[in-house]
């Protein structure tokens, strides 16, 4: 998730574009633009167009395919393993509070701590490491015979099912993904916290204010650009960037009781003969971006300022 | 290190506290994975959990031949020249859409913002298709062409944002004394956006590293795979984890935290200062 600093950079960028530029509006400046554009638009738009074409069609990737309208999107819609996994992805939306709080919290920690460097390394550090990696690793630490189980039963507790629960694996799913996300959130939110003054900090102390207090009043208040941003990239995320670690923890086990949107898309583009269904799945994961990024825009407030 | 504390003693211990449990829940499941790499697998299937006991380092040596050393070799010859690709694309429209003043840039803008945000996972498919009516299917320099379109979008503003910041008069002094758009470009706008480019360098190797759809699709010879694909297959072969696995694991991360502590100094300053002050 290295990337969604980038990502927030772009984004941010986006928003105040530049509208300046030296000279007079000339031809000669797309040249700097279109070496990209038409690459993007040969590897990317094209793939893209016939993705379309393709959820039109019946199509096993052998013979010619044959036009059948809708009945591939008429199909997705009844398959109970597809309407699974899209409640899956909403579900999993539910722990959007724990992604965005935990972070903050540990920013907010680690804010003014002497040790804060040391602090701030440990909390990054699940940030560097490839989704499949941090799904595998807790494969590993949450198996039946795993060390998570083995530990609450050294302690008398009975073990967890942690991934062979239907519904419990969702709940595992989204605390494995607030672990791997943690180390981009703490460090958009410790960028945000370094802006703030410190007298403002050391005034509201001399107020009496405690911890809590500021956390409440001041850090929140000050990071709420920080939030803002960041739960789009999370539900955007959602959407698009799971897979990685489903394949790495669950493979959407048990059945299909962990499986995504994505990761439907995922699987049916590797594995299947009915590309034509394939097809309609992935024009699905490109129209719930487009349907979330129209409800963010019109959902979050106006900026101030 | 801030001058005084700013907390009493009780308030500092109950946030050391937490901050130590943070970072336990961090490191214990590293320390696991670690430990259980370095173990003798018969030792492992007798008990898994067990901290004592021998060390080895053959696990590392079997999954090196297994695969992940081939991957790791596959990745570095499709990434870096993917990453020149990317940066180079990135900064050459950057440049393009901070500084030149060009007729319907916005329909620039959103072909590059609609990348950004599309699914891999829907583009797996088509780029696969393509790719094997095209011909440049399992051909890793085309997988490397693939990934320098797909990740040059979100730089493309990264650079754009950073090209605006240079004052416009730097540009124009230079077109008075008779240089070319591409003169200025290459003898003082590169040169100055070098942090920013070597930025976009870095943050695209993590992205490509950890690339997984199209990587599978891309590349069937088990030959030219990445890294990222092999391991997935590798959790195939051995499902309920173990010695060999974690090993695999620590070697696909190995090179991500060695760039990762190479870049640090500077990607902290570059990419995480400015980004997201609004």
Same mark, same amino acid.
């Given at each position: 998730?290295?990337?969604?600093?980038?990502?927030?950079?772009?984004?941010?960028?986006?928003?105040?574009?530049?509208?300046?530029?030296?000279?007079?509006?000339?031809?000669?400046?797309?040249?700097?633009?279109?070496?990209?554009?038409?690459?993007?638009?040969?590897?990317?738009?094209?793939?893209?167009?016939?993705?379309?074409?393709?959820?039109?069609?019946?199509?096993?990737?052998?013979?010619?395919?044959?036009?059948?309208?809708?009945?591939?999107?008429?199909?997705?819609?009844?398959?109970?393993?597809?309407?699974?996994?899209?409640?899956?992805?909403?579900?999993?939306?539910?722990?959007?509070?724990?992604?965005?709080?935990?972070?903050?919290?540990?920013?907010? %920690?680690?804010?003014?701590?002497?040790?804060?460097?040391?602090?701030?390394?440990?909390?990054?550090?699940?940030?560097?490491?490839?989704?499949?990696?941090?799904?595998?690793?807790?494969?590993?630490?949450?198996?039946?015979?795993?060390?998570?189980?083995?530990?609450?039963?050294?302690?008398?507790?009975?073990?967890?099912?942690?991934?062979?629960?239907?519904?419990?694996?969702?709940?595992?799913?989204?605390?494995?993904?607030?672990?791997?996300?943690?180390?981009?959130?703490?460090?958009?939110?410790?960028?945000?916290?370094?802006?703030?003054?410190?007298?403002?900090?050391?005034?509201?102390?001399?107020?009496?204010?405690?911890?809590?207090?500021?956390?409440?009043?001041?850090?929140?208040?000050?990071?709420?650009?920080?939030?803002?941003?960041?739960?789009?990239?999370?539900?955007?995320?959602?959407?698009?960037?799971?897979?990685?670690?489903?394949?790495? %923890?669950?493979?959407?086990?048990?059945?299909?009781?962990?499986?995504?949107?994505?990761?439907?898309?995922?699987?049916?583009?590797?594995?299947?003969?009915?590309?034509?269904?394939?097809?309609?799945?992935?024009?699905?994961?490109?129209?719930?971006?487009?349907?979330?990024?129209?409800?963010?825009?019109?959902?979050?407030?106006?900026?101030?300022? | 290190?801030?001058?005084?504390?700013?907390?009493?003693?009780?308030?500092?211990?109950?946030?050391?506290?937490?901050?130590?449990?943070?970072?336990?829940?961090?490191?214990?499941?590293?320390?696991?994975?670690?430990?259980?790499?370095?173990?003798?697998?018969?030792?492992?299937?007798?008990?898994?959990?067990?901290?004592?006991?021998?060390?080895?380092?053959?696990?590392?040596?079997?999954?090196?031949?297994?695969?992940?050393?081939?991957?790791?070799?596959?990745?570095?010859?499709?990434?870096?020249?993917?990453?020149?690709?990317?940066?180079?694309?990135?900064?050459?429209?950057?440049?393009?859409?901070?500084?030149?003043?060009?007729?319907?840039?916005?329909?620039?803008?959103?072909?590059?913002?609609?990348?950004?945000?599309?699914?891999?996972?829907?583009?797996?498919?088509?780029?696969?298709?393509?790719?094997?009516?095209?011909?440049?299917?399992?051909?890793?320099?085309?997988?490397?062409?693939?990934?320098?379109?797909?990740? !040059?979008?979100?730089?493309?503003?990264?650079?754009?944002?950073?090209? !605006?910041?240079?004052?416009?008069?730097?540009?124009?002094?230079?077109?008075?004394?008779?240089?070319?758009?591409?003169?200025?470009?290459?003898?003082?706008?590169?040169?100055?956006?070098?942090?920013?480019?070597?930025?976009?360098?870095?943050?695209?190797?993590?992205?490509?590293?950890?690339?997984?759809?199209?990587?599978?699709?891309?590349?069937?010879?088990?030959?030219?795979?990445?890294?990222?694909?092999?391991?997935?297959?590798?959790?195939?072969?051995?499902?309920?984890?173990?010695?060999?696995?974690?090993?695999?694991?620590?070697?696909?991360?190995?090179?991500?935290?060695?760039?990762?502590?190479?870049?640090?100094?500077?990607?902290?300053?570059?990419?995480?200062?400015?980004?997201?002050?609004?």
């Amino acid at each position: 998730m290295v990337a969604s600093a980038g990502f927030g950079q772009a984004a941010a960028s986006w928003r105040a574009r530049s509208t300046q530029g030296s000279g007079r509006a000339s031809m000669t400046g797309w040249l700097f633009v279109l070496p990209q554009l038409v690459l993007v638009a040969a590897l990317v738009l094209l793939p893209l167009g016939r993705v379309i074409y393709l959820s039109f069609m019946q199509y096993d990737g052998f013979t010619d395919p044959v036009f059948i309208g809708l009945q591939n999107y008429l199909d997705l819609i009844v398959w109970k393993d597809f309407q699974r996994q899209v409640l899956n992805t909403f579900l999993l939306v539910l722990a959007l509070p724990l992604w965005v709080l935990l972070p903050f919290t540990l920013a907010a %920690l680690s804010h003014d701590h002497p040790r804060k460097a040391w602090l701030r390394f440990f909390f990054l550090l699940p940030g560097i490491l490839p989704a499949v990696v941090v799904g595998m690793i807790f494969r590993m630490v949450l198996s039946d015979r795993g060390p998570a189980n083995e530990l609450l039963r050294a302690l008398g507790l009975p073990g967890v099912p942690w991934l062979s629960n239907d519904p419990l694996v969702l709940a595992t799913v989204a605390l494995v993904i607030a672990w791997g996300m943690m180390g981009s959130g703490v460090m958009f939110y410790s960028a945000g916290l370094s802006a703030l003054p410190r007298e403002r900090v050391e005034a509201a102390i001399l107020d009496g204010a405690n911890w809590w207090d500021l956390v409440r009043h001041i850090y929140w208040p000050a990071t709420i650009p920080v939030t803002r941003f960041w739960s789009m990239i999370l539900v955007l995320a959602t959407v698009t960037t799971f897979y990685p670690w489903i394949v790495g %923890l669950t493979r959407g086990g048990p059945g299909i009781a962990s499986s995504t949107i994505d990761h439907a898309v995922f699987l049916a583009g590797m594995g299947s003969s009915r590309l034509g269904l394939a097809a309609a799945m992935a024009v699905v994961g490109v129209l719930a971006i487009i349907v979330i990024l129209g409800l963010v825009t019109q959902l979050s407030p106006k900026e101030r300022g | 290190m801030e001058g005084a504390p700013l907390f009493g003693r009780w308030t500092r211990l109950a946030i050391t506290l937490a901050s130590v449990l943070a970072v336990c829940t961090v490191i214990f499941p590293l320390i696991f994975v670690i430990r259980v790499a370095l173990r003798p697998e018969a030792e492992y299937l007798g008990d898994p959990t067990g901290l004592l006991g021998g060390v080895t380092l053959e696990n590392f040596a079997l999954a090196w031949q297994n695969g992940i050393g081939r991957g790791i070799v596959n990745s570095l010859i499709v990434i870096l020249p993917a990453c020149i690709i990317a940066s180079t694309l990135s900064t050459l429209a950057g440049y393009g859409l901070a500084k030149q003043a060009i007729p319907y840039k916005g329909v620039a803008q959103l072909v590059l913002a609609s990348v950004m945000v599309l699914p891999l996972a829907s583009l797996g498919m088509p780029i696969f298709e393509q790719a094997l009516s095209w011909g440049y299917l399992d051909n890793q320099f085309g997988l490397s062409v693939v990934y320098g379109v797909l990740f !040059s979008a979100w730089a493309s503003f990264f650079m754009a944002s950073y090209f !605006s910041s240079l004052p416009d008069d730097l540009i124009e002094a230079a077109h008075i004394d008779g240089a070319t758009k591409l003169d200025v470009f290459v003898r003082i706008a590169v040169p100055l956006a070098f942090p920013a480019i070597a930025s976009t360098l870095v943050i695209n190797l993590f992205v490509m590293w950890s690339e997984l759809i199209i990587a599978i699709m891309f590349l069937p010879s088990a030959e030219l795979q990445t890294v990222a694909a092999t391991l997935a297959q590798f959790n195939e072969q051995r499902r309920s984890g173990g010695p060999v696995l974690a090993a695999a694991m620590l070697l696909d991360v190995l090179p991500v935290i060695i760039a990762f502590a190479l870049a640090q100094r500077w990607l902290k300053a570059e990419v995480f200062g400015g980004g997201v002050k609004s």
